[in-house]
């Protein structure tokens, strides 16, 4: 996935501002930078949600940018949110389920295949069993996932989101509220899915120690712009990144 040039303002306030990046396929990439600095405006436009003024969102070629969130998810592309997005009145289980796609029985015709739709039943069930036990969520999957802590709602969001079998997921703070046993968990969890399932990610996150021992590759952004793209060993050898995020030093002239 690359984001070629990108900017979006509101209301005259600049959000993104020639931002590129290149999400190198089957790594895990890393989006940081100080609050303001447009990384969910950025993840927003490259999952359809917000559409770019200028600048190409491109997924092994194809352009996505302006495409509606469903679409680009078809393209391979899914996303988890900052503040968890779960079906309170549904349970874990079913919201899991709402994850799969590719059901004959959405289509007309489909609709009149019973053995199809019994079979992608019965695939989908399995999936989402193992999905749930990844998460370490299955002891709660018949509970209420508006009974859920914020931290367990935010497992639950990434376990959806894999049930669509994604070749791209873009996560926005996994970690954010989630108790270090979880945290642990999800860590292993996404490390595993990217060796031995190839699947590339990109994270929003502010936990720093997380992103330099997790990613391969890190951008960071500042007032809406990319001020670093490099190995995480050189993010805090950066004086651009010191200064977006301490603020320059005294006497600093440049």
């Known amino acids: 996935m690359q984001a070629v040039d990108i900017s979006k303002s509101f209301g ?6 020639g931002a590129s990046i290149d999400v190198i396929p089957g790594r895990i990439t890393a989006l940081i930078g100080p609050n303001g600095a447009g990384k969910t405006t950025l993840f927003n436009i490259l999952t359809g949600m ?9 997924v092994e070629g194809e352009q996505l940018q302006g495409k509606s969130p469903h679409v680009i998810a078809r393209a391979g592309v899914g996303r988890t949110f900052q503040g968890a997005h779960v079906v309170t009145r549904l349970s874990v289980w079913d919201n899991v389920m709402l994850g799969a796609i590719e059901n004959p029985g959405d289509k007309l015709r489909g609709f009149f295949q019973p053995r199809a739709r019994k079979h992608f039943d019965a695939r989908s069930k399995g999936r989402a069993l193992e999905l749930l036990d990844e998460v370490g969520l299955t002891k709660l999957k018949d509970e209420y996932a508006g009974n859920l802590s914020g931290g367990q709602r935010k497992l639950l969001d990434f376990a959806r989101a894999m049930m669509a079998k994604p070749r791209i997921l873009l996560l926005d703070e996994p970690f954010a509220g989630v108790n270090p046993t979880l945290r642990l968990g999800l860590t292993r969890l996404i490390e595993k899915l990217q060796s ?3 699947v590339t990610f990109l994270l929003v996150e502010h936990d720093l120690p997380a992103v330099m021992k997790m990613s391969h590759h890190v951008y960071v952004m500042a007032e809406g712009s990319v001020i670093y793209s490099g190995s995480p060993d050189g993010v805090l050898r950066d004086q651009h990144v010191v200064d977006a995020y301490l603020g320059p030093r005294s006497g600093d002239n440049r």
């Open 50 to 58: 917000v559409i770019p003024e200028v600048g190409q969102v491109l």
């Open 196 to 198: 031995q399932q190839a």
């Open 12 to 17: 005259g306030v600049q959000a993104v501002s």
